[in-house]
C-alpha cells in the first residue's frame, strides 16, 4: 500500500489538493503542490514571489522553468523517497517534458497518473466558496461543507480563515480557459502511454477517494 509515486490531474477546483491530503495519509507519501509553493513564495515576498503573483492573480501560468525547477529540487529531498503525489504539475506539454527528462535522469518510475474530471459548470461555484483554516489548512466551503460550529475550525479551533486572492469568478474562468488550452492536452500524452485512468470527481469527497485507491491498489 505504500511507494505510490503518481500524477494526480484535473481542472481548478476538481478536488486535486483535497484528496492528496487524503492520500498522503493513507500511503505515507508527499503532496507536491506548484500552487502551494508559489503561494509560498508570494507570502514570503521573495523576487519570485513578486513575479508570480501579477501571473497567478490573472489566471496565468508562471514560467515552465521555474515550476521544473521548484519540482526537481523537492524530489531530491528525503521525504519523497516513498513516493509523491505531483498536484498542478505537470500542466503544459514542456512541463510533462521536463518531467519525463527529471524522473529519467532520477531513476524514478511513474505508477499512474490519474484525471479527476469535473463538468466546468461544477467548478466556478466550487471554487468561489472555498477557503481554508489560515493554521492547519482544513478545508471549508460557503455551501458544501462550513465548520460545525460557525467560524470555528472544526480540525483545530482556530478562528481565522483565508480565502485564496485567486478564487474569484473572473479568475476563475480565466483558469479554466488556461486548463483546457494548455493542461488538457496531457491526458492523451499520458493516455498513450497506458498511465492514465479517469475518476468522476463530481461525486462527494469520499466516493473519490475510494475510486482513486481502487486505481492505485489495482
Ligand atoms: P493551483 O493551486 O494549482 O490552482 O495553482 C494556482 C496558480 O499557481 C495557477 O493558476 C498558476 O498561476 C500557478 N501555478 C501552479 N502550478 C503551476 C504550474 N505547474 N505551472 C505554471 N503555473 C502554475
Known sequence: MTGKRLIL???PGGGKGTQAKVL????????????????????AGTDLGKQAKTIMDAGNLVSDEI???????????ADCANGFILDGFPR???????????????????????????????????????????KCGEGYHDTFKLPKTADTCDACGNTEFTRRADDNAETVKS????????????????????????????????????????????
Open 92 to 134: 503544459t506539454v514542456a512541463q510533462a517534458e521536463g518531467l519525463d527528462l527529471m524522473l529519467k535522469d532520477k531513476g524514478i518510475v511513474l505508477d499512474s497518473v490519474v484525471e479527476i474530471r469535473v463538468p466546468d459548470q461544477k467548478l466556478v461555484d466550487r471554487i468561489t466558496g472555498r477557503f481554508t483554516c489560515s
Open 24 to 43: 498522503e495519509d493513507a500511503y505515507g507519501i508527499v503532496q507536491l503542490s506548484t500552487g502551494d509553493m508559489l503561494r509560498a513564495a508570494v507570502a
Open 67 to 77: 515550476v521544473i525547477g521548484m519540482i526537481s529540487e523537492r524530489l531530491d529531498e
Open 9 to 11: 490531474m484535473g481542472p
Open 175 to 218: 483558469r479554466l480557459k488556461t486548463y483546457h488550452e494548455q493542461t488538457s492536452p496531457l491526458l492523451p500524452f499520458y493516455e498513450s502511454r497506458g498511465l492514465l485512468a479517469v475518476v468522476d470527481g463530481d461525486q462527494e469527497m469520499g466516493a473519490v477517494t475510494i475510486e482513486i485507491k481502487r486505481v492505485l491498489d489495482s
